[in-house]
């Protein structure tokens, strides 16, 4: 994939109007769309990742769980391959966060090979965020706490992808202490 694919850029200007009034949760309180940018930036750049579905749903992993997108209005743009993806690593919004965490770890082991590429760039992602930009209400404990959590539930996708694994092992050593 050497030239930049129409979908591609379709997925990233679909990413960035659904996401157009949303802030992280840091200090900053940066634009929410370089979020899924910086999953696009580790799979391609940093682990070597070409699968366009997988980096299409990298861009779009976080839309029918933090915005008003259906998995019909995903699928009919960009097909169902992708939207699968998307729905494998998307929560479920109806179920507490405390229920959503476990069921995290619960599915993980159970990921296709697409998607356990984008929850490893998602993690990988959301731990140098919460090291070097944490959110301001987060006390040390809650910080160490997410770094855990975030490995239980990569240890269950272990073998999905050597490059990823080992980006994400790095982004552990992070781990505030």
């Given at each position: 994939?050497?030239?930049?694919?129409?979908?591609?850029?379709?997925?990233?200007?679909?990413?960035?109007?659904?996401?157009?009034?949303?802030?992280?949760?840091?200090?900053?309180?940066?634009?929410?769309?370089?979020?899924?940018?910086?999953?696009?930036?580790?799979?391609?750049?940093?682990?070597?990742?070409?699968?366009?579905?997988?980096?299409?749903?990298?861009?779009?992993?976080?839309?029918?769980?933090?915005?008003?997108?259906?998995?019909?209005?995903?699928?009919?743009?960009?097909?169902?391959?992708i939207?699968?993806?998307?729905?494998?690593?998307?929560d479920?919004?109806?179920?507490?966060?405390?229920?959503?965490?476990?069921a995290?770890?619960?599915h993980?082991?159970?990921?296709?090979?697409?998607?356990?590429?984008?929850?490893?760039?998602?993690?990988?992602?959301?731990?140098?965020?919460v090291?070097?930009?944490?959110?301001?209400?987060?006390?040390?404990?809650?910080?160490?706490?997410?770094?855990?959590?975030?490995?239980?539930?990569?240890?269950?996708?272990?073998?999905?992808?050597?490059?990823?694994?080992?980006?994400f092992?790095?982004?552990?050593?992070?781990?505030?202490?």
């Amino acid at each position: 994939m050497d030239q930049v694919s129409p979908l591609l850029i379709d997925a990233l200007a679909f990413a960035a109007h659904k996401h157009r009034d949303q802030r992280r949760k840091d200090i900053e309180a940066s634009p929410y769309i370089n979020h899924p940018i910086a999953l696009l930036r580790v799979l391609r750049l940093e682990a070597g990742v070409q699968d366009l579905q997988v980096l299409c749903a990298a861009l779009l992993h976080d839309t029918i769980e933090d915005t008003e997108t259906t998995e019909e209005e995903l699928e009919q743009r960009f097909g169902r391959v992708i939207t699968g993806i998307v729905i494998e690593v998307t929560d479920d919004k109806r179920l507490d966060k405390a229920t959503r965490k476990r069921a995290q770890v619960e599915h993980a082991p159970h990921l296709t090979l697409q998607a356990a590429q984008v929850k490893l760039a998602d993690k990988i992602c959301n731990l140098r965020d919460v090291a070097q930009s944490p959110p301001p209400d987060w006390s040390l404990q809650r910080r160490q706490q997410y770094f855990d959590w975030a490995k239980e539930v990569i240890d269950g996708l272990r073998g999905a992808n050597a490059e990823l694994e080992a980006l994400f092992d790095a982004a552990f050593e992070l781990r505030p202490s």
